[in-house]
């Protein structure tokens, strides 16, 4: 049996991926003290979570419940209505980049001179540079380039975020085997689990909404079923609440269950209310690393 299969937490399988193991065979002759070398003690562990990197979303209420932004080494999920496949605008990333060289301007003020001129030299364009667009046009190619990833990374070592828009699309599109599909979407999973972790980024998966029967009525869930569920280390769910958009941490082995409001303006993500909290600017992926960007395209 592969470990993609084992009934275990996807957090569970992605160490035995990254760790050489791909079935339970291989398992099955490594003795246990072979594997407790590889065991971190609990000091080490909670250390090593609290100095991970987080990417800051723009919108500090959203990065409260987030626990200070989106966390690299994982991978999260965040799915809501409408979709957006194929949507990828340009004009919306310089915009969003203009924000963002405007917002390190101001925090600037609070640095250290030698940090502040280090600011100071980003421009819109060294952010546009940094952003790797890719667009697909099907299952296979999503697959391939998925599998190109390893490669593509560490040939771009200031990559530190994945996007993938949506890792939805063809699969609801294109695949009438359900039991294949599951294989196929646990096995992406653990790729792109391995890959957070080796190169230290962030992975965020983009998910469709349908409708399941849940106590008597039709209610919207995130797409994919139940097994995909388990596939991710967070996920986010998107909603309205009256005239104000919503974020609610849905899954997660580290945050609460928490909503935060949150608004997208043309300066990208931002607080749904003026707020006159000052948001801590991190040295993330659009200030200084890169971005790509993966676009689910229908031809």
């Given at each position: 049996?592969?470990?993609?299969?084992?009934?275990?937490?996807?957090?569970?399988?992605?160490?035995?991926?990254?760790?050489?193991?791909?079935?339970?065979?291989?398992?099955?002759?490594?003795?246990?003290?072979?594997?407790?070398?590889?065991?971190?003690?609990?000091?080490?562990?909670?250390?090593?979570?609290?100095?991970?990197?987080?990417?800051?979303?723009?919108?500090?209420?959203?990065?409260?419940?987030?626990?200070?932004?989106?966390?690299?080494?994982e991978?999260?999920?965040?799915?809501?209505?409408?979709?957006?496949?194929?949507?990828?605008?340009?004009?919306?990333?310089?915009?969003?980049?203009?924000?963002?060289?405007?917002?390190?301007?101001?925090?600037?003020?609070?640095?250290?001179?030698?940090?502040?001129?280090?600011?100071?030299?980003?421009?819109?364009?060294?952010?546009?540079?940094?952003?790797?667009?890719?667009?697909?046009?099907?299952?296979?190619?999503?697959?391939?380039?998925?599998?190109y990833?390893?490669?593509?990374?560490?040939?771009?070592?200031?990559?530190?975020?994945v996007?993938?828009?949506?890792?939805?699309?063809?699969?609801?599109?294109?695949f009438?085997?359900?039991?294949?599909?599951?294989?196929?979407?646990?096995?992406?999973?653990?790729?792109?689990?391995?890959?957070?972790k080796?190169?230290?980024?962030?992975?965020?998966?983009?998910?469709?909404?349908?409708?399941?029967?849940?106590?008597?009525?039709?209610?919207?869930?995130?797409?994919?079923?139940?097994?995909?569920?388990?596939?991710?280390?967070?996920?986010?769910?998107?909603?309205?609440?009256?005239?104000?958009?919503?974020?609610?941490?849905?899954?997660?082995?580290?945050?609460?269950?928490?909503?935060?409001?949150?608004?997208?303006?043309?300066?990208?993500?931002?607080?749904?209310?003026?707020?006159?909290?000052?948001?801590?600017m991190?040295?993330?992926?659009?200030?200084?690393?890169?971005?790509?960007?993966?676009?689910?395209?229908?031809?």
């Open positions: 049996m592969e470990i993609s299969r084992l009934p275990i937490s996807a957090s569970h399988r992605g160490k035995l991926i990254s760790a050489g193991y791909t079935c339970l065979s291989s398992l099955s002759s490594v003795s246990s003290s072979d594997l407790a070398r590889g065991a971190q003690n609990a000091w080490d562990m909670l250390h090593e979570e609290e100095s991970l990197m987080r990417i800051t979303t723009s919108c500090a209420d959203l990065d409260n419940i987030l626990g200070g932004g989106i966390n690299c080494k991978v999260t999920e965040i799915g809501g209505v409408p979709d957006t496949e194929g949507s990828f605008m340009v004009e919306r990333a310089l915009q969003i980049a203009e924000a963002c060289v405007e917002d390190m301007s101001e925090y600037s003020r609070f640095l250290r001179n030698d940090i502040q001129a280090c600011q100071v030299r980003i421009q819109p364009k060294d952010i546009l540079e940094n952003i790797y667009y890719f667009r697909i046009c099907s299952y296979t190619e999503q697959i391939a380039l998925i599998n990833l390893e490669k593509f990374i560490s040939e771009h070592k200031d990559v530190k975020l996007i993938v828009d949506s890792i939805t699309f063809h699969f609801r599109q294109d009438d085997d359900m039991a294949l599909r599951t294989r196929v979407l646990g096995g992406i999973s653990l790729k792109l689990m391995k890959l957070a080796e190169f230290s980024l962030a992975v965020v998966l983009l998910n469709q909404v349908t409708t399941k029967y849940i106590e008597g009525s039709f209610q919207l869930t995130l797409a994919l079923g139940d097994s995909w569920s388990h596939s991710c280390t967070n996920r986010v769910i998107l909603y309205w609440n009256g005239n104000e958009r919503y974020a609610y941490i849905d899954k997660s082995p580290s945050l609460r269950s928490a909503s935060a409001p949150y608004s997208v303006t043309s300066r990208g993500i931002r607080n749904s209310a003026p707020s006159y909290k000052r948001i801590k991190m040295m993330g992926p659009l200030q200084r690393n890169g971005v790509i960007f993966i676009d689910d395209y229908e031809q």
